[in-house]
Nanobody
């Protein structure tokens, strides 16, 4: 079983910064990709940023230039640094890990419990 534990959320004023952490119970190099998603009230969950096992990263257009996803392999932890936060960034942020579970390529997703980010105007 894989466990993901997010931390670092909180209340911040517009223009502020937060760094979210996602600690995994297994080596992060085991996973195809690890991503941060968010879900605001009444909206669908959306991808914010992801990092693949090879190190390549991708970002949602809304977060490009304002966020950085990184990892510390020795700590099995993935981070999301968010800068210049806006009220519309308010959401529950979830960590997701994608694992290949069969040699044929079947994938399984694991999720953390989420951490609340609230940006006040």
């Amino acid at each position: 079983q894989v466990q993901l534990v997010e931390s670092g959320g909180g209340l911040v004023q517009a223009g502020g910064t937060l760094r979210l952490s996602c600690a995994l119970s297994r080596s992060i190099l085991n996973f195809n990709a690890i991503g941060w998603y968010r879900q605001a009230p009444g909206k669908q969950r959306e991808l914010v940023a992801s990092i693949r096992s090879g190190g390549s990263t991708s970002y949602a257009d809304s977060m490009k230039g304002r966020s950085t996803i990184s990892r510390d392999n020795s700590k099995n932890t993935v981070y999301l640094q968010m800068n210049s936060l806006k009220p519309e960034d308010t959401a529950v942020y979830y960590c997701n890990a994608e694992l290949q579970v069969t040699v044929e390529g079947a994938l399984r997703d694991y999720w953390g419990q989420g951490t609340q980010v609230t940006v006040s105007s």
